[in-house]
């Protein structure tokens, strides 16, 4: 049938499996809204504050669901305010489209009003663009767009659409994007995109180090989450009797309160996986990247180690430190087959030291003994003690976020959201947002810094428009707390322009726009807000706890800038 490229659009995105759309209207992408307008029983659209909320919104349904994430925005600076949030998805790989309008064709390359070099723009932070000129190849561009999102390393794709292309008929055929009808080209991209297939030499190899090893140590990312890897991961712990370290990425990967999860590992890493890491005689990378904030210094991390990597993405081998064998392809295959090559037990010499580790831990975590003030410990096991094992938890970026991934719970995969490889402030009301609408049963709470929450506190509007009942946790210290931190340790507490100053005031802010707010400055006080929270989430109002912090709580432990993982500040 012939119909309109907007129509084009709509039907081909629910053909991919899309039932929510995050975005924000302009005169480039008029006639794609009109469409949803007249698909609104078929297709969501949820109508955010900020196009780059709708990205980051896009990402954490994403990241929370396993589903590609969508988002939509206007040409010109609708285009642009999603690059921040491309480029979040794109570092964390996380599958995400995004779709922007443009000028017409005649008009691209003339400095039109609202034109922008989209496809350009995006082209460092995304795995693929198309900018899309004749309307007759649209939905095999949308189809190519699903495919390379989602195969081998997922990450963000763009589709820039000039606006007479969504007005412009041609004849549309049904035909989903996994089936026989694949077009051509979308089968060469997702192969080009495809998981290596690794060899059976290549797992005798990699079963042959881990059976010579005395200390091994597990290092896992992001990866074992991506690709549903995290039984496999605690069967392989389980079978070497081996420490399990965690990225921020990896978070969820396997269970904090297992026995051999040492938790996080790098600059604000444990003690115990930091040591561990200087100690292990072989260290086995799956589905992590060798950050920087896990290495600290290359030439100093794990020197005693053997590196052998599991990866689906080739590039990352040898990219930060140099392996001994790795093997390339999905982390979730990869350990399946590896298992079926292991004894049942494998002896290794991991005595006691571990459990010693892990009870090394700084005198500033034990809050609930120091006075009656508020702990960051305290604010997130009780928010999560709370709000149950359901829970979903979201950060910003600064030291909440660090707080975070030490205390709160995470027991499963896809359940704790944060912006790992940008460090993007302001990444977590939208994160939130889509992380709720991917799970409307499952409770969420953001954990934010009030310098983050700045940044975003417009999406407030959405969240009491929709009636969304998200939990928002200010971790309220009057500073830009990670900052500060760093300038009172080598900046000789030189506190240039990170304190900030007492406003907004966030309850008067919440109650502004329909929201209940709290404020707490102590335990007693924050146990009541969030008794109060959880009826107002009951009764599908988003809630806010304005939880008071003090100025100068640090995140520790601390590996400096320069030094190896194991000199921390305790």
């Keep these: 049938m012939k119909v309109s490229g907007a129509r084009i659009l709509i039907e081909t995105l629910i053909e991919e499996g899309v039932d929510t759309i995050f975005g ?105 663009n198309w900018i899309v000129k004749d309307v007759r190849a649209l939905a095999e561009t949308v189809r190519d767009a699903f495919a390379v999102a989602r195969s081998g390393r997922p990450g963000p794709v763009l589709i820039d659409i000039p606006k007479d292309v969504t007005a412009l008929e041609a004849e549309w055929t049904p035909g989903r994007a996994q089936d026989a009808a694949l077009s051509a080209r ?110 600290s210094r290359t030439d100093m991390f794990a020197k005693t180690a053997r590196v052998l990597q599991f990866d689906i993405d080739p590039a990352e081998i040898n990219k930060n430190i140099a392996t001994t064998d790795r093997v390339i392809g999905d982390v979730k295959a990869i350990l399946q087959r590896l298992l079926e090559k292991l004894p049942p037990a494998v002896e290794t010499a991991w005595g006691s030291e ?105 999406e407030l509007a959405t969240l009491v428009s929709r009636r969304i009942p998200i939990l928002i946790v200010i971790f309220d210290n009057h500073t830009l707390g990670m900052v500060r931190q760093w300038q009172n340790f080598f900046y000789e507490s030189r506190y240039a322009e990170t304190d900030l100053p007492p406003t907004p005031d966030f309850i008067r802010l919440a109650e502004a726009y329909g929201a209940a707010g709290w404020r707490a400055d102590s335990r007693e006080s924050f146990s009541a807000a969030l008794a109060a929270a959880q009826e107002a989430l009951a009764a599908g109002r988003p809630a806010l706890i304005d939880a008071q912090i003090d100025i100068d709580e640090k995140v520790l432990p601390m590996v400096p800038s320069g030094k190896p993982i194991d000199e921390q500040i305790l």
């Excluded at 390359?109 to 609202?114: A, E, I, R, T, W």
């Excluded at 026995?259 to 561990?276: D, F």
């Design 24 to 128: 924000f209207p302009g005169g480039a992408v008029l006639f794609i809204y009109d469409e949803l307008y007249k698909q609104r029983d078929r297709i969501r659209h949820i109508l955010v504050s900020h196009e780059q909320h709708a990205a980051h919104a896009a990402d954490g349904y994403a990241r929370s669901s396993g589903k590609v994430g969508v988002c939509l925005a206007t040409s010109g600076p609708g285009a642009t305010n999603l690059i921040t949030g491309i480029a979040t998805a794109y570092m964390d790989s996380v599958p995400l489209v995004a779709i922007t309008g443009n000028v017409a064709t005649g008009l691209l390359g003339k400095d039109s009003f609202q034109e922008v070099d989209a496809t350009g723009i995006s082209m460092p932070i995304v795995k693929h």
């Design 186 to 295: 979308a089968r060469r991209l997702a192969a080009r995109n495809a998981r290596v297939t690794f060899r059976a030499d290549d797992i005798d190899r990699a079963a042959a180090l881990l059976l010579s090893a005395k200390r091994p140590l597990l290092y896992a990312g992001g990866g074992v989450i991506i690709s549903g890897a995290s039984e496999e991961l605690g069967l392989l712990a389980e079978r070497l009797n081996a420490p399990v370290a965690l990225s921020l990425m990896g978070i969820g990967a396997m269970p904090q309160e297992s026995r051999l999860c040492t938790g996080l590992i790098g600059m604000h890493g444990t003690v115990a996986s930091n040591k561990a890491a200087q100690k292990a005689d072989l260290l086995v990378a799956i589905g992590a990247r060798f950050s920087d904030r896990v290495t």
């Design 354 to 458: 571990i459990e010693q580790w892990k009870t090394h831990i700084p005198h500033t975590h034990k809050g609930a003994e120091r006075g009656p003030g508020l702990h960051p410990r305290f604010v997130i096991t009780e928010t999560a003690k709370a709000l149950g094992p359901e829970l979903i938890a979201c950060t910003d970026v600064g030291q909440h976020q660090i707080w975070a991934a030490q205390f709160f719970p995470a027991s499963r995969p896809r359940s704790f959201l944060s912006s790992g490889g940008l460090g993007t402030m302001g990444f977590g009301l939208g994160a939130a947002l889509g992380a709720k609408t991917a799970n409307p049963a499952r409770p969420v709470v953001l954990f934010t810094g009030d310098g983050s929450f700045r940044m975003n506190c417009a």
